[in-house]
């Protein structure tokens, strides 16, 4: 069965910081793009960040304050935020897809989580 299970989402002021956590189980996780995928309520799905082995991508609100890794011998895939601002408050979903393109172009994603959510606020 395969398994994301997000965490670590939270309630945190702007400019402060937050790791979200995934734990993939039931697929190899080395073969797939891993995504950090995030809904506000009212808006669209919003591709945050993307990694496959050494190569990373990141959305436009992401740049220069989120970072995206992945520990391929623990099966497990971050998402450190920094400088959070109230715009950032969404579900927070991990993704994966054996490619790219399709995934964050066209939302085709192969597997999803249940989510975690970020309220940034003060």
């Known amino acids: 069965e395969v398994q994301l299970v997000e965490s670590g989402g939270g309630v945190v002021q702007p400019g402060g910081s937050l790791t979200l956590s995934c734990a993939a189980s039931?697929?190899?996780?080395?073969?797939?793009?891993m995504f950090w995928v995030r809904q506000a309520p009212g808006k669209q799905r919003e591709g945050v960040a993307a990694?496959?082995?050494?190569?990373?991508h990141y959305g436009g609100s992401a740049k220069g304050r989120f970072t995206i890794s992945r520990d391929n011998a623990k099966n497990i895939l971050y998402l450190q935020m920094n400088d959070l601002e109230p715009e950032d408050t969404a579900q927070y979903y991990c993704?994966?897809?054996?490619?790219?393109?399709?995934?964050?172009?066209?939302?085709?994603?192969?597997?999803w989580g249940q989510g975690t959510q970020v309220t940034v606020s003060s």
């Open positions: 990694i496959w082995l050494g190569a990373t």
């Open positions: 993704a994966a897809a054996l490619e790219f393109s399709n995934a964050w172009y066209q939302n085709q994603y192969k597997y």
């Open positions: 039931g697929f190899t996780f080395t073969d797939y793009w």
